[in-house]
């Protein structure tokens, strides 16, 4: 299966920080890499698809890129609602994975 | 787009549970629907896959063997059956729709039911 690495696996930022959350993939997944945001008790929730295409009804403060093995999710002003983990996921395979999380903190 | 996971509960090791959703505001059988769990604190695990026809199925090999997907489109309904079950698959139970219009829908979750909890103790 191909293994999806995040990193930091936690960080803490303040309310209008511009923050960018990485992850890697163990071999090149051409795009079809996604991010979701989770909350504490509720269901994820879809925020990128295919690396860069923002999911409708997501704010544009939220945006992603990468290539090959290497992606990035960036919120480019951090908003209080925007506290929470992010996963990042591939498609890539039929054997779908996920990173193991960055939990997004207040500082 | 509404999903409703029913089904979960408390059960012994070695038991059986039947997972229900529900999906109601979508065409259903156009999209693969999926089922994905997350462990009291961990991360989310992608667990298996069934089409828009309920024709092909998959699934991760944790439960490959033991668990099995399926849908009734006249139901609007998919479900999983969990059999043999052991500690490890203590988890929230997500059932989620796929993004893409088609058979296959790309494996990308955009919507998600609010999930049911499977606690397997003894």
Partial sequence: DIQMTQSPSSLSASVGDRVTLTCRASQSISSYLHWYQQKPGKAPKLLIYAASDLQTGVPSRFSGSGSGTDYTLTISSLQPEDFAVYYCQQTYSSRYTFGQGTKLEMK | ?122
């Fill in chain 2, 1 to 122: 787009v509404q999903l409703l996971e029913s089904g979960g509960g408390l059960v012994q090791p070695g038991g059986s549970l039947r997972l229900s959703c529900a999906a109601s505001e979508f065409t259903f059988s156009n999209y693969a629907m999926y089922w994905v769990r997350q462990a009291p604190g961990k991360g989310l695990e992608w667990v298996s896959t069934v089409s828009g026809s309920g024709a092909s199925t998959n699934y991760a090999d944790s439960v490959k063997g033991r668990f099995t997907i399926s849908r009734d489109n006249s139901k609007n309904t998919v479900y999983l059956q969990i059999n043999r079950l052991r500690a490890e698959d203590t988890a929230v139970y997500y059932c989620a729709k796929g993004l893409w219009f088609g058979e296959h829908s790309g494996g990308i979750f955009d919507y998600w039911g609010q999930g049911t909890l499977v606690t397997v103790s003894s």
